[in-house]
């Protein structure tokens, strides 16, 4: 047991807890760090725990170039798709026995041409998702981003507000909470928090609910090491992981 801010938090290595945590599908997860804070590595991490042919993931990708991604695109098995439904070259891939797709739209870097596309292209894989009668994930690599640049805060609130009972999970990663829909916190059953200097952000906590009271998770999170992030399960207890 460690105390953060005065409050005592039971401690766990990074491996040990991807070892015991259990993702049910249809549960909403969230992960905000600012840049170099580690949450995409952590987000994946999770996701190769319970991604498989049965529970796909299609991660969206906003990012023209990003290593960490197009790695564990590669570990994981995600075909990459620059459109949806998913081609690869002249060949449509219905996607039997994958583990799920990057869909990752190509860039001309004229948002005028670009942000009209990629609204269309995560659109339709976002709805396809809701629509579909599998039990998928849909990985939101900078949900800020898609909510506030992209304007696609909608189709983000139709999902995690009615995703779950159709076995769609909407993971969020994100720097940005304050663009963030309230579902994001208040509708996700997994959050993961690390240490932020942005109070703006830390308030957000106020919109959790469930059994956590705000203050004490502020307080947390407000003395976090580098790279330790503050999981909760929205009806459970809570814990810090370390690097």
């Known amino acids: 047991m460690h105390r953060y801010g005065g409050v005592p938090v039971p401690q766990i290595g990074r491996q040990d807890f991807l070892e015991r945590w259990k993702y049910n599908a249809g549960e909403h997860l969230t992960i905000l760090g600012y840049t170099q804070s580690g949450k995409t590595t952590l987000g994946f991490q999770l996701l190769q725990s319970v991604v498989h042919p049965k529970l796909q993931a299609m991660v969206l ?31 449509r891939i219905f996607g039997a026995g994958q583990n799920g797709y990057l869909v990752w739209p190509s860039h001309t870097f004229d948002p005028d041409i670009d942000d009209p596309r990629h609204y269309r292209t995560f659109r ?33 609130k139709t999902l995690l ?7 769609t999970g909407v993971w969020e990663f994100t720097q940005r909470p304050v663009d963030m829909p ?4 208040n509708g996700a059953t997994h959050l993961f928090f690390h240490q932020d200097p942005d109070k703006r952000n830390r308030e957000r906590l106020r919109e959790i609910g469930g059994r956590h009271d705000p203050k004490t ?21 809570r814990l810090v992981i370390e690097p």
């Open 61 to 91: 990708v906003m990012k023209p170039r990003d290593k960490t991604v197009a790695q564990w695109g590669r570990q994981l098995g995600l075909l990459r798709t620059r459109t949806w439904p998913a081609f690869t070259g002249w060949r």
């Open 161 to 167: 507000s009615k995703g779950s009972s159709m076995g």
């Open 182 to 185: 309230a579902l994001g916190y």
């Open 124 to 156: 339709a894989t976002m709805l396809g998702s809701y629509k579909s009668k599998k039990d998928n994930i849909i990985v939101a690599d900078e949900a800020g981003g898609l909510a506030k640049e992209l304007h696609l805060e909608k189709p983000l």
């Open 217 to 237: 998770l502020e307080a947390i999170v407000t003395h976090l090491p580098e790279h330790h992030f503050l999981y909760i399960h929205r009806n459970g207890g």
